[in-house]
């Protein structure tokens, strides 16, 4: 999740769950927006508050004091500020249709050997002892952290770095783990996040005056407010920005279209997968701080697929690019579900309790991102998800 830029007044901030800034490029536009009330809210459920895990204070993500010693410029917030917390009632929760896996049945028409699992990972966001951990979890790594899954296939939905300790160090152990998978019969391969293109800019552009649509930003002061860490820009060397430039933006495995952003604005970038990811990666070779800029506005987009609107929203990007349910990491599931808090302003349930992916949108949609940076879980899972 990441704040953009833009004007505003100085607002002072407080250290509550509800306080909250969402530039306005973040939402969806209204025409998915079906007529009728939203569902109505199930009622609470009783939760057993699990210990909290060990956290380094202050948050990885907080901006460090001499970034700004004049303060930082109006408009912008730290990301651990930026989203609204929505109401369980906001996020339909319906029964997920099945998913085939068409790539397994092609296979064995044609008689070869069926592809390997195919598992995703949510955020990561610099948390590389957790990134681990998930990969031991599912017995994808050893306990030295070298591949040892075979003909797995195991899907990076993008935002490796920013707010976590480490991002270089994940970085380099998602390259690390694609040579070692691809030798080992299966493939590690991964999308390109909002986070990638914020780390990219920043480190292009630096103080470079970008047009925000909404005021004079600039990728350096973005990507600091957004949880960027000193130690990843110093460790940043060419062969990790050639290979986030690379990324995809989408793709579409066993009928699961994964994309990094819960957003429709793919749309505005080709017709078709492959074009997509075209527009995408030719916009980053032309080396336009504005371009890049938009880019990265539009991949910070997000809830097109909850509330009302969600199932025409996610039916239009299936239609579009194939596949019969989305996987998107991007917004934490807490915010998708009401665990971190609510809009009275109630602080939530502490810790947020995710066990799993989130199924929504009439079981069009699965949610990855698990909140590790607000002390949730990183998710690591096999798909299709039930």
């Not at 066993?254 to 819960?262: E, I, M, N, W, Y």
């Not at 997509?276 to 809830?303: G, Q």
């Amino acid at each position: 999740m990441t704040q953009g830029a833009g004007r505003g007044p100085e607002v002072e901030r407080t250290a509550t769950l509800r306080d909250f800034r969402v530039p306005a490029y973040v939402h969806e536009p209204a025409p998915h927006v079906a007529a009728g009330p939203p569902p109505a809210a199930p009622p609470p459920v009783a939760r057993t508050e699990p210990p909290a895990s060990p956290r380094p204070e202050p948050h990885p993500g907080s901006v460090p004091p001499e970034a700004f010693p004049d303060g930082p410029p109006d408009g912008y917030t730290p990301t651990e500020r930026n989203l609204p917390v929505i109401r369980r009632g906001d996020t339909l929760q319906l029964t997920p249709s099945a998913v085939t896996a068409p790539a397994a049945a092609e296979a064995q028409a044609a008689g070869q050997p069926a592809p390997g699992p195919l598992y995703v990972v949510g955020d990561v966001h610099g948390y590389l002892d957790e990134l681990l951990d998930a990969l031991r979890g599912q017995g994808i790594v050893d306990e030295n952290g070298n591949w040892s899954a075979g003909n797995t296939r195991l899907w990076f939905l993008g935002d490796f770095t920013d707010r976590g300790p480490d991002g270089v160090g994940v970085i380099e152990l998602v390259m690390r783990l694609s040579a070692e998978a691809a030798a080992a019969g299966g493939y590690c391969k991964a999308l390109l996040g909002n986070h990638e293109l914020l780390l990219l800019g920043a480190k292009r552009y630096g103080d470079t005056p970008v047009n925000s649509g909404a005021g004079t930003a600039t990728f350096q002061a973005a990507w600091l407010l957004n949880g960027g860490q000193k130690t990843d820009m110093e460790r940043l060397q060419d062969h990790h920005l050639q290979w986030m430039a690379r990324l995809a933006a989408m793709e579409e495995v066993d009928g699961h279209l994964l994309v990094h952003s819960d957003t429709t604005a793919y749309l505005e970038f080709g017709g078709s997968i492959q074009e997509v990811n075209d527009t995408v990666r030719e916009t980053l070779t032309r080396n336009d701080a504005d371009e890049v800029w938009d880019l990265f506005r539009k991949f910070t987009k997000r809830f097109a697929f909850r509330d009302s609107g969600g199932v025409q929203a996610a039916r239009e990007l299936l239609d579009a690019y194939g596949g019969t349910r989305i996987v998107h990491g991007h917004s934490p599931i807490p915010y998708l579900t009401g665990e971190a808090g609510t809009e009275d302003g109630e602080s939530g349930h502490g810790r947020p309790l995710i066990d799993g992916p989130h199924i929504y949108a009439d079981g069009l949609a699965v949610a990855m991102d698990g909140g590790v940076t607000m002390a949730g879980t990183l998710l690591v899972r096999r798909l299709p998800i039930v």
